[in-house]
Nanobody, 123 residues
């Protein structure tokens, strides 16, 4: 059984930064692509970023490109999302997920999900 636990969310002013972490259980973490998704109130879940198992190919949603950076430390079974220049529209619950296939922008291709961490950006 794989467990994913996010941390690092909180309240930040517009223009600020946060770093989210996602700690994964299981010895095969390094074999899987990982992704971050977010869901704002009243909106559908949307793709944010994904990273391959190695050497770390990344893809980003256009809305966060240049501001967010996804990375991973396979020795620590952890994936990160560094978020800079935050905007009020970034407010959402951010969840990490493990891809059952290659890095993907589609939520349907992820088989394990964390509970999520709230990010609130005030104007």
């Amino acid at each position: 059984q794989v467990q994913l636990v996010e941390s690092g969310g909180g309240l930040v002013q517009a223009g600020g930064s946060l770093r989210l972490s996602c700690a994964a259980s299981g010895r095969t973490f390094s074999r899987y692509a990982m992704g971050w998704f977010r869901q704002a109130p009243g909106k559908e879940r949307e793709f944010v970023a994904t990273i391959s198992w190695s050497p770390g190919t990344t893809y980003y949603a256009d809305s966060v490109k240049g501001r967010f950076t996804i990375s991973r430390d396979n020795a620590k079974n952890t994936v990160y999302l560094e978020m800079n220049s935050l905007k009020p529209e970034d407010t959402a619950v951010y969840s990490c997920a493990r891809s059952s296939l290659a890095p993907s922008t589609k939520a349907s291709e992820y088989d394990y999900w964390g509970q999520g961490t709230q990010v609130t950006v005030s104007s």
